[in-house]
């Protein structure tokens, strides 16, 4: 494929087995638009510290992660580690922050949008609301994600007679990641994007931390409070497993194996 200018700008950096490109929001809906202009199929995929650990023990997921075309930081905790061992990333870009603010972009500049994931109500509702937002809004398709594997050719055929300019996939990891990476080019989709529980945010039924929890860092901490039961394994088990990694690397005086 084509090498995205904006992206090898900026060399991309490791951290802990994961490959990250160093962006700021505004270079990534850069190269997001980039994407679009060549047309060829790429995916795109964040990585925040749940994810990080998954991929230290899951050799498929690491892979797929790592073959993205773009991969951003989400998790303030990817920001600060990753810095901390000498890996500069700019920012975070939360990957809810960039679903909203691709979804401006592409009011602006005509590209065609398909919604996949949560319940019918959900998807009908993140749709409604943005509709009311921006009127020019383009959305050639939008279903939900409650299908079968037997069912997943089917629905990749789907998005690609939408000939969608964007995907995005509401749907939990690693199943998400998997799907895009097995389909994505079939479905010939030039960006595609898993969005996590962003469609739930967007259409009222959960909500997002202050943003004051946001910049420091705990916002997994306010998902956690409102969801201890669902969430209390991914964030308190994995969080603990993440600094954990962080001391051992910190105490060992050797960055190779943490960037490598």
């Known amino acids: 494929m084509p090498a995205l200018k904006t992206v090898l700008q900026k060399k991309r950096v490791r951290f802990f087995g994961a490959q990250i490109d160093p962006l700021t929001m505004e270079e990534t809906l850069d190269s997001v638009q980039e994407i679009i202009c060549q047309g060829k199929p790429r995916q795109h995929v964040v990585v925040n510290v749940a994810k990080l650990v998954t991929m230290q023990k899951n050799e498929e997921i690491r892979k797929i992660v790592n073959s993205c075309s773009l991969i ?32 401006k972009l592409a009011s602006e500049k005509g590209y065609k949008l398909y919604f996949l994931g949560a319940k019918d109500e959900v998807v009908d509702k993140v749709h409604e609301i943005f509709k009311t937002n921006y009127p020019e809004l383009k959305v050639v398709g939008k279903r939900n994600g409650y299908f079968k594997i037997n069912e997943e050719n089917e629905v990749a055929e789907e998005i690609r007679a939408s000939k969608a300019d964007i995907l995005f996939v509401a749907m939990s990891s690693p199943q998400k990641e998997i799907f895009l990476n097995k389909h994505l080019e079939n479905m010939e989709i ?71």
């Open 72 to 103: 951003n930081a989400d998790g303030q905790g990817i920001v600060w580690g990753a810095n901390f061992f000498g890996a500069k990333i700019p920012e975070r870009v939360a990957g809810i922050d960039l679903f909203i603010n691709l979804v």
């Open 190 to 260: 030039p960006f595609v994007m898993g969005v996590g529980g962003s469609f739930d945010v967007v259409a009222g039924v959960t909500k997002r931390s202050p943003m004051w929890m946001q910049h420091a860092g705990l916002e997994w901490f306010f998902r956690f409070l409102c969801e201890p039961k669902r969430m209390w394994k991914r964030y308190l088990i994995t969080n603990s497993i993440f600094l954990l990694m962080i001391l051992k690397a910190f105490v060992s005086g050797k960055k190779g194996p943490v960037l490598s």
